[in-house]
C-alpha cells in the first residue's frame, strides 16, 4: 500500500497539550506527532517492550523537569490529570 493510499487514525493529542504516561508515571507536553510509528525495528524491539500498535499515532514528547524527549504510543498517554487540561 502507498502512503498516499494509508488509512491513520486522527490523533487524540495536540501539539502542547500537557499528558501523563499511564505506564511510567512521567508528565510531559506533545512536541510533535507522527501518524503511525516512524522509528526502527530495533528501536521497537528494544524499547517498546508492552508491543503498542505500529499502525496508530505515536507522538514526541518533552518530559517534565529536564527528563529529556521520548517517543511514545498513543495508547500509553493520557491528559494530565493534574493539570486538567
Known amino acids: 500500500m502507498s502512503e498516499s493510499q ?29 501518524p503511525d510509528f516512524r522509528s526502527t525495528e530495533e528501536w521497537y524491539q528494544k524499547v517498546a517492550t508492552s508491543r503498542p500498535p505500529k499502525d496508530k499515532p505515536w ?3 518533552q518530559v517534565h523537569g529536564g527528563g529529556g524527549t521520548r517517543y511514545v504510543a498513543e ?11
Not at 494509508?6 to 507522527?34: A, E, M, N, T
Not at 495508547?75 to 487540561?85: A, F, K, R, T
Open 6 to 34: 494509508k488509512k491513520y487514525s486522527k490523533p487524540r493529542f495536540c501539539i502542547g497539550q500537557l499528558i501523563c504516561h499511564k505506564l511510567f508515571d512521567y508528565h510531559g507536553v506533545i512536541l510533535g506527532v507522527d
Open 59 to 61: 507522538y514526541h514528547v
Open 75 to 85: 495508547q500509553n498517554l493520557e491528559l494530565d490529570p493534574v493539570i486538567g487540561n
